[in-house]
């Protein structure tokens, strides 16, 4: 799930690698971008017609819908590595937006499900929101074998 997510093609690229994995991918609003754009386009190729998309208006529309459900929040700012989170089925993985991340308010009171990536390197604050994506939604299929052995 990406909340209020502002690039096209980090958008693009999560939605063709939601489409590679078979997992549905949630927008919750306001997008910082027109579904049209050409950039999310581009990015996604011609995997769209096999996103399951769903939009949602702001986080308190997709957390309402969505009350009895499992997040796991991802955090530049957060203080366990995502290699500790015991993955169950059904769980959303939740990302802020490229400038922002999640917003504070949002983190507030949820230090037990929020988790980071590990980044080496002082000169580096965070990784891209599509790198992000990719490696957490891998960890989560793995944890649960959920991937081909081939």
């Given at each position: 799930?990406?909340?209020?997510?502002?690039?096209?093609?980090?958008?693009?690229?999560?939605a063709r690698l939601c489409a590679a994995i078979g997992v549905?991918?949630?927008?919750?609003?306001?997008?910082?971008?027109?579904?049209?754009?050409?950039?999310?386009?581009?990015?996604?190729?011609?995997?769209?017609?096999?996103?399951?998309?769903r939009v949602h208006d702001h986080w308190q529309q997709f957390?309402?819908?969505?009350?009895?459900?499992?997040?796991?929040?991802?955090?530049?700012?957060?203080?366990?590595?995502?290699?500790?989170?015991?993955?169950?089925?059904?769980?959303?993985?939740?990302?802020?937006?490229?400038?922002?991340?999640?917003?504070?308010?949002?983190?507030?009171?949820?230090?037990?499900?929020?988790?980071?990536?590990?980044?080496?390197?002082?000169?580096?604050?965070?990784?891209?929101?599509?790198?992000?994506?990719?490696?957490?939604?891998?960890?989560?299929?793995?944890?649960?074998?959920?991937?081909?052995?081939?």
């Amino acid at each position: 799930m990406l909340l209020q997510p502002e690039i096209p093609p980090n958008t693009g690229s999560i939605a063709r690698l939601c489409a590679a994995i078979g997992v549905r991918l949630h927008l919750v609003g306001p997008l910082g971008f027109s579904l049209e754009d050409r950039y999310l386009k581009r990015a996604g190729l011609d995997y769209w017609p096999h996103v399951d998309l769903r939009v949602h208006d702001h986080w308190q529309q997709f957390a309402t819908e969505h009350a009895a459900e499992h997040f796991v929040l991802y955090s530049a700012r957060a203080a366990r590595s995502y290699l500790s989170i015991a993955h169950v089925p059904g769980e959303y993985l939740v990302f802020g937006s490229e400038t922002r991340g999640l917003p504070q308010s949002l983190l507030a009171g949820r230090e037990d499900a929020t988790y980071m990536i590990p980044i080496v390197s002082p000169h580096v604050r965070s990784l891209n929101l599509a790198n992000a994506v990719s490696i957490a939604a891998y960890d989560a299929l793995r944890c649960l074998e959920c991937l081909p052995t081939r």
